[in-house]
Nanobody, 127 residues
Framework: VQLVESGGGLVQAGQSLRLSCSVS????????IGWFRQAPGKEREGVSC????????QYADSVKGRFTISSDYAKNTVYLEMKNLKPEDTAVYYC?????????????????????WGQGTQVTVSS
């Protein structure tokens, strides 16, 4: 299983970015997929996740109303649309996949449930 993120960059506060996570080795409509981020000096935190089988999407409180997770099954790719970016959104963003179909991402984003990880993409938001 491989996950490859892209779309990161340097933007000003208030601007938008769309991150992509191209997945190979498993179908994104069968396994929960999540986005995480890690800022310098901080622990990695869950940002959003998607469980297509259960029609569930979850968002961290800090990004609700600004970030949207979506998917393209034909491309086996998951996206994270980020709007109204803030300096505190600056971090390395990772996508991850669970190795078992099931109830992952049902009502929360639990990092230990994710088995496969991408290499990350840097997002920097200047004030």
């Amino acid at each position: 299983v491989q996950l490859v993120e892209s779309g990161g960059g340097l933007v000003q506060a208030g601007q938008s970015l769309r991150l992509s996570c191209s997945v190979s080795g498993l179908r994104i409509d069968e396994y929960p997929i999540g986005w995480f981020r890690q800022a310098p000096g901080k622990e990695r935190e869950g940002v959003s996740c998607l469980n297509t089988n259960l029609a569930r999407k979850q968002y961290a409180d800090s990004v609700k109303g600004r970030f949207t997770i979506s998917s393209d099954y034909a491309k086996n790719t998951v996206y994270l649309e980020m709007k109204n970016l803030k300096p505190e959104d600056t971090a390395v963003y990772y996508c991850a996949a669970q190795g078992r179909p099931g109830y992952g991402c049902y009502d929360s984003i639990i990092e230990r449930e994710f088995d496969y990880w991408g290499q990350g993409t840097q997002v920097t938001v200047s004030s």
